[in-house]
């Protein structure tokens, strides 16, 4: 029975080593600071952030993906802010309008055009939900199809209505290409009363994230209350070291967004760029921060072993775009089936 012994020998190693994992990971990330810390800005933990909306099940920053993520209980509807040419407030991930709009159709040479370049009129013309059902033919609905993009205040309005009351955690998306975007957001925000105070119990009900230090100086300035959390990718940390971040970090925000296994070891990935694919959520790197002073959610993750693992290794959320899955994952499903939950919603 030799392959017995080997099998039960794998198994023991194993458990041995999940369990030296645990362990190493709780004295290095020591979680009770990071709860400590979380607890002072009233943001919940494990923070369950559905990053573009519940944008696994629907394309992502549309009515659906806020409105499901909202009613699975996320924490927080995550979301990127951009400016039309006209001035509004849009929630958009990239540059240009290719990738998630029939652009190409409707405004045919425009495609690569960056946002600032169309008017909320012509954004209206969109779009921006049937490659979403292209892509993902199993998880298609002829609901999607016409979705429009969405303004700030569509999102704020979505936060605010429903059966829970998630918050909501803006980025700052290439904020250099919209001068005075920082003021624009939080007199928006003013106006509809998410600069005053917690929401319920306590709660951060409104977080900013950017990757640029600059426009996180910015919102230091004007909502000094807010939480903000400069997020990281691969060119900073090679540029500036890990002790350079957690110092850029400290001076313009509370948190560090740190990114995850998926990503570090994303598509791209070869040996030879090792040396430059520094995973950030090791429980090491975690403790560095929260021994900084600051929170610490990690992007992007959607496979639940890399979600416990980031929470093992002492992360205090993670921004995904499963978020029925973390939920399931951290035990806080609420046991409505996802068919009812579209009926619900609207989007049979
Ligand atoms: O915003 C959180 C993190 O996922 C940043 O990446 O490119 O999806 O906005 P991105
Ligand atoms: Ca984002």
Known sequence: ??????????????????????????????????????????????????????SYLAPEETRPAFLMARELGADYLEFDIQRTKDGVLIALHDDDLSRTTNVAEVFPGREKDTIDTFTFAELQQLDAGSWFNRQNPERARGSFKGLGILRLEDIIEIAESGTTRPGIYIETKAAQRFPGIERQLVEALAAHGWMSGRGSQGRARLIFQSFEPDSLARLKELAPDVPRLLLIDEVMTSKDGWKGILKKATEVGAGIGTYGYRWAFGPHWSLRDAPTRHIMTWPWYTGDAHRAGLFVHAWTIDDPWEMWMVRVGGADGIFTNRAELALATYGRERHEDLHSLWNRIGYQ
Not at 7 to 29: E, G, M, N, Q, Y
């Open 1 to 54: 029975m030799g392959w017995l012994r080997v099998l039960l020998t794998a198994i023991a190693a194993a458990v041995l080593a999940v369990i030296i994992v645990l362990i190493v990971s709780r004295l290095i990330s020591d979680p009770s600071s990071g709860r400590t810390l979380v607890r002072a800005l009233g943001i919940p933990r494990p923070a369950v952030i559905a990053h573009r909306g519940a």
